[in-house]
C-alpha cells in the first residue's frame, strides 16, 4: 500500500479476503454507495475479547473495467464521519475525477459516526463544541470566552 497525504492506494481486488458484506445505503438517487460493517478487537492485545464494529462505505469506479484499486480517504478529526459524506454526495464534487477509476472508501473510525458503539458527548456543536458558531477569527476572538469552551 502507498501513502499519500492521508490517502492510501490499494491495488488489490475489490473484495479480496476482507470479509466485508457490502450493501447498498446511498441517500443520493441513482447513485452507487455501498456500505459495510468491520468487526475489530476493543483491544488488540486482546484479539479474543470484546469487539467493535467498524462502519466503512465505498463509492465503486464509474469506469470498473479500467479500474485501477480503491483509494481510502480520512477528512481527520476528531469525530469526522466519511461513511455519511459518501452516503450524502456519492463521493461527488470532492472526488469525480478519482472515482473514474479508483473506488472511494472512506470508513468511521472507532467511536464516531455509524460504527458502534459510538460515542455522544451530549454537547450541541453548534452552541457548545470547539467549534461553534460564531467562527472566531484572529481579530475577533474572546479568548477568555473559548477557553471557558475547554
Known amino acids: 500500500m502507498r501513502m499519500a497525504g492521508g490517502c492510501g ?3 488489490a481486488s475489490a473484495d479480496t479476503a476482507n470479509g466485508l ?14 456500505c459495510a460493517t468491520q468487526t ?7 484479539p479474543g475479547g470484546k469487539t467493535i464494529g467498524i462502519a466503512v ?4 469506479a464509474k469506469d470498473a473495467a479500467h479500474r485501477i484499486g480503491s483509494l481510502f480517504f480520512n477528512f481527520g478529526g ?5 461513511v455519511d459524506y459518501l452516503q450524502a454526495t456519492a463521493g461527488q464534487g470532492l472526488f ?7 473506488d472511494i472508501v472512506g470508513f468511521d473510525p472507532r467511536g464516531v459516526g455509524q460504527s458502534t ?3 455522544d458527548c451530549k ?9 461553534s458558531q460564531p467562527f472566531p477569527t484572529p481579530l475577533t476572538v474572546d479568548l477568555a470566552r473559548l477557553l471557558a469552551k475547554d
Open 40 to 46: 475489530v478487537p476493543l483491544d488488540y492485545d486482546k
Open 9 to 11: 492506494l490499494l491495488t
Open 57 to 60: 462505505a465505498r463509492v465503486p
Open 78 to 82: 476528531p469525530g469526522a464521519t466519511q
Open 117 to 119: 458503539p459510538s460515542i
Open 123 to 131: 454537547v450541541n456543536q453548534e452552541t457548545q463544541g470547539a467549534s
Open 21 to 34: 458484506q457490502w450493501k447498498d445505503c446511498s441517500q443520493v438517487p441513482g447513485a452507487v454507495v455501498q
Open 96 to 102: 469525480d475525477a478519482l472515482n473514474q477509476r479508483f
